[in-house]
């Protein structure tokens, strides 16, 4: 858990030069550096402390490791920062000035008893027994004591087709409609959606539905996660072994990455009729709040308090998140979206997602005023529609029916749609 992190290829010198435009490409982002200096003021900022985070942010090494033939690229990058953000950076380093660097920083966590982990098995069995009742196959790792705390029911269950990614699936059998593909979030896997997943599955008996299981983020003790091509790669093993060609897409959360990583993908992306994302993490990564909210904020309300100890904290959520979440990888961007159907979930009061940076990033418009006796606003233009919940914290909307309704009834209508995504 503590080792050094394994980072992707560097990118080539055009790609760095293309992604640090994009990111700095509107007004509104001139101070998007000194975020991640914990808010510094930008003075206190000197340019070897600048140049430091640009090494993690674009290259993912330290100053120590810089080889020379980076030095005049990284010169350019410092210039057009003090030409947008309109401040010369001061010569050396400020040592009471510190930035974020993800995957860099030492691994942020607490230790948990044994205790703790019986009663995540617990809760597991009870998620495995909701799961069967409601008509789905459980499809299980190919070591399945690889994960502690132990599944003893997983030994009933048939082995994956992918050896390292478990998932639950109900046969696709409708001749007019299209599976379902769904990528959980961080916390205790699957149980916060039976509720949800049982909605869903009443629409239609005979639409098909594959649930993934992302272990590494479900307060276990699990192996690390596969990278972004091999988590491709069994995406669409498991695709195949299915037969299900064409799929709509729901991610929530940390699995909004995941079906982020498949709509950038220049196959698996044609294979997508339409996509849900829900308090999604990846659009404006290049901002510190995602990062900073869930690694590094010291918490003071009762929901950080939660989101802090039981999530924030847990040893395998920690070690997936500052050892193997690459920002620039994860990152989504409009253009990546241009030929798609996607609807996005946002909540208001996210104390992760920046929701109303992302809801301008996304409408170009100004957060709506608020509706007493509304529950959420909507904005759509072509393809795209943006659902805003101005009440709901981070993963609040699967709390109640009456707001897992309008989630239900979009995916339920993406099912109906045709490879043509008019």
């Known amino acids: 858990m503590y080792q050094d992190t394994i980072h992707p290829e560097i990118s080539s010198p055009d790609e760095r030069k293309a992604l640090f435009d994009k990111c700095f490409s509107q007004s509104y982002y001139a101070n998007l550096a000194a975020g991640w200096f ?5 003075h206190n900022v000197k340019r070897d402390n600048i140049v430091e985070w640009l090494l993690w942010a674009l290259f993912y090494t330290r100053p120590a490791d810089q080889p020379s033939e980076w030095e005049e690229e990284i010169n350019d990058y410092v210039s057009r920062m003090e030409g947008l953000i309109g401040h010369t950076f001061e010569p050396g380093r400020n040592d009471g000035v510190t930035s974020m660097r993800l995957t860099l920083d030492p691994v942020p966590s607490l230790h948990r008893p044994l205790l703790w982990y019986s009663v995540v098995g617990l809760v597991d069995t009870y998620t495995i027994g909701s799961l069967y009742r409601h008509g789905l196959w459980h499809f299980s790792l190919e070591n399945r004591l690889s994960v502690f705390p132990f599944r003893p029911t997983t030994f009933l269950s ?19 409609k299209k599976p379902i593909l769904l990528f959980h979030g961080i916390g205790i896997g699957l149980l916060p959606y039976v509720p949800f997943l049982a909605e869903l599955l009443s629409e239609d008996p005979d639409v098909g539905l594959i649930a993934v299981e992302i272990l590494s983020i479900s ?37 909004t990455i995941i079906a982020a990583h498949m709509l950038r993908d220049p196959v698996l992306s044609t294979r997508v009729v339409a996509s849900l994302l829900v308090d999604p993490i990846p659009f404006l990564l290049h901002l510190p709040a995602v990062a900073y909210n869930f690694v590094y904020r010291t918490p003071r309300m009762a929901n950080e308090w939660q989101l802090w100890y039981f999530t924030g904290r847990d040893l395998d959520i920690s070690r997936t998140l500052s050892r193997h979440f690459f920002w620039a990888q994860n990152i989504l961007w409009k253009e990546d979206l241009v030929d798609h ?50 009440d709901l914290d981070h993963s609040n909307v699967f709390d109640t029916a009456a707001l897992r309704r309008p989630v239900v009834s979009m995916i339920t209508k993406f099912t109906e749609i045709d490879n043509s995504r008019e």
């Open 38 to 42: 914990y808010s510094s003021p930008i």
């Open 158 to 176: 048939k082995t994956s087709v992918a050896p390292r990614v478990s998932y639950w699936y109900r046969p696709h059998r409708s001749s007019t």
């Open 219 to 255: 307060m276990r003790i699990t192996p690390a996660p596969l990278d972004r091509k091999a988590m491709l790669e069994a995406i669409t093993q498991i695709l195949d072994f299915h037969s299900f060609q064409d799929v709509v897409l729901v991610g929530h959360s940390y699995g």
């Open 341 to 390: 159907r996607i609807s996005v979930v946002l909540s208001g009061r996210d104390q992760i997602v920046d929701t109303r940076e992302v809801w301008q990033y996304l409408t170009g418009e100004a957060l709506p005023s608020p509706n007493p006796g509304v529950s959420h606003s909507s904005w759509q233009k072509d393809n795209w529609e943006v659902l805003y919940f101005p």
